[in-house]
């Protein structure tokens, strides 16, 4: 089973590089992100900072139809992407001073910020910094979970870093006769079954399910070994699933996962979590970032839980908003 979806996740590095036109950009500031949607890549502006010939990065907004830019726009997060993981401090301020100089002087009366969480790198530090310098306001703040594989070479060592009882929860859901597997990209029942499960867990707890799967089958079209799905099943069921998007080089983030439809005595997302770490590290990443644990500044406390007995580490996602006479 395990050594399956290694080789799976393995076939796969080629495949889950940035996009070569556009390598620097997370994927949710993507021309093909965009273009998902009609009308949405009309709705796009990159501004690009170059010292001499070299690119040092780019701020990527959409404008909606007052004429308000955000960067992130209809995704979690966005930013500024710099070229470099660490960048000069200064470049990094220089970049928030001409996007801003430019979207204000196009008439943009608000840009906002939905801003990647620090984890992804050095820079996240000195665009904060350079955006609340420039009269950006924190107006929204969430706690974000994600595993920093940094130093962790293996499912077993993974497994082992995990305190008694979440091995033990590990070991006995194992136990149920469940596998696991990657669904292939052709394989549509699969893929239909799963999001089925997915949007299951959300609406059975009162959450909202966003994306048709119409949707999530064009953003895997568009953007070919970078969006994933993996699933538990139990026979010849899927119980839980995760879809992953490669959003940049080293970089994972888990869209959805969760469980449902089954009679199992034992919960199957240890086991899904053991697998989105190994096939995180077959297929070169360093970190997985699992999304929000809150919603309008209240905390999911059952869930931030659930994710530190796995393993996840907490920081805050901040977005910020700059009115143009601020």
Not at 10 to 30: F, G, I, K, Q
Not at 149 to 156: T, V
Not at 162 to 174: E, G, I, N, Y
Request: glycine residues 10%; contains cysteine.
């Amino acid at each position: 089973m395990v050594d399956r979806l290694l080789l799976e996740a393995s076939e796969l590095l080629a495949a889950t590089a940035a996009d070569p036109r556009e390598p620097h950009l997370v994927l949710w500031n993507t021309s093909a992100y965009y273009d998902l949607r009609p009308g949405q890549l009309e709705r796009r502006r990159q501004i690009d900072l170059h010292d001499g010939d070299r690119l040092v990065g780019s701020f990527v907004v959409g404008v909606d139809d007052d004429g308000a830019a955000t960067s992130g726009f209809g995704a979690p997060f966005g930013g500024p992407d710099l070229a470099r993981s660490a960048e000069v401090v200064g470049h990094v301020e220089a970049l928030v001073d001409q996007a801003v100089a430019e979207l204000e002087a196009g008439g943009a009366p608000s840009i906002a910020v939905r801003a990647k969480p620090a984890h992804y790198g050095p820079n996240e530090a000195a665009l904060v910094f350079a955006l609340v310098n420039r009269g950006f306001a924190v107006v929204a703040c969430d706690l974000n979970a994600h595993l920093d594989l940094r130093g962790i070479d293996s499912g077993d060592a993974y497994v082992a870093s995990l305190k008694p009882a979440a091995r033990k929860a590990l070991r006995r859901s194992v136990d149920q006769g469940i596998g696991l597997s990657q669904v292939a990209p052709d394989d549509a029942a699969t893929w239909a079954e799963a999001y089925e499960v997915l949007r299951r867990n959300r609406v059975d707890r009162g959450r909202p399910m966003h994306l048709p799967l119409a949707y999530v089958e064009a953003i895997r079209d568009a953007f070919p070994g970078r969006v994933r799905l993996l699933v538990v099943d139990h026979g010849d069921r899927v119980v839980a699933a995760a879809l992953l998007y490669r959003v940049a080089p080293g970089r994972d983030v888990v869209q959805y996962w969760g469980d449902a439809l089954h009679d199992l005595a034992l919960s199957p997302m240890n086991l899904l979590v053991r697998g989105v770490v190994e096939h995180a590290l077959a297929s070169g990443t360093a970190t997985v970032d699992i999304g929000i644990s809150s919603e309008d500044g209240v905390t999911n406390a059952g869930l931030i839980q659930f994710k530190r007995t796995v393993g996840c580490d907490i920081e805050p996602r901040f977005v910020l908003r700059r009115t143009a006479e601020g």
